[in-house]
């Protein structure tokens, strides 16, 4: 589970979309559908998805807006999709950050799908297409350091940390520590 934070900045005028499906070995990267409501609120409603986002718990009218504003050209969402069953099992965040030809990556996905690798197949995948279909310069990542799951992600895909912010996020009443990663293209070329 990997949180994308773009309170930090607000993307550039220039739009990173992914415009067509992505594929990996057992994913699909698309557009988010309005009939995919259900299926991301069953996850987007779950407290110990919630736990690392900004966001409380989403109800029913959070995850249709959430599904809605992701539906156009100015998406930053994009649901993840396993191929052989077509199920949708939790969605990936993919935009351009505050600073030019620099990408933010994130992903969520459904505790039933959790701990099989498909969060690092998909980031693997949105590494490759930001690098190689973009010409992105950086791609980075945050999440919290409890959040044992998503960093071991980064590190996996061949992230490296730049930095631990102490107590930079405030959410739900209190203060939270941030971890940063960060890939340069060179770094991308040379794996």
């Known amino acids: 589970l990997g949180r994308a934070d773009t309170r930090r900045g607000t993307p550039s005028s220039k739009n990173i979309m992914i415009t067509s499906s992505l ?57 993840l999709i396993q191929k052989f069953d077509d199920k949708l099992i939790g969605h990936v965040v993919f935009h351009e950050w505050f600073a030019p030809k ?46 044992s799951a998503s960093w071991r992600v980064m590190e996996k895909i061949r992230m490296r940390k730049e930095g631990h912010f102490l107590k930079c996020i405030f959410r739900r009443d209190r203060w939270i520590d941030e971890y940063f990663y960060a890939i340069l293209i060179e770094e991308w070329k040379k794996s």
């Open 23 to 79: 594929e990996t070995d057992r994913l699909w990267i698309r557009r988010f559908h309005p009939n995919d409501v259900a299926s991301v609120h069953s996850y987007m409603s779950d407290p110990n998805i919630i736990e690392h986002f900004p966001e409380n718990l989403f109800s029913y009218n959070d995850t249709k807006n959430f599904v809605e504003s992701n539906l156009n050209e100015n998406a930053k969402n994009f649901a």
């Open 102 to 147: 620099t990408i933010e990556i994130g992903w969520v996905i459904s505790p039933l799908y959790q701990c099989k690798g498909f969060a690092s197949e998909a980031a693997l995948q949105l590494l490759a297409y930001g690098f190689e279909t973009l010409s992105a310069h950086r791609i980075i990542a945050t999440c919290q350091p409890e959040n």
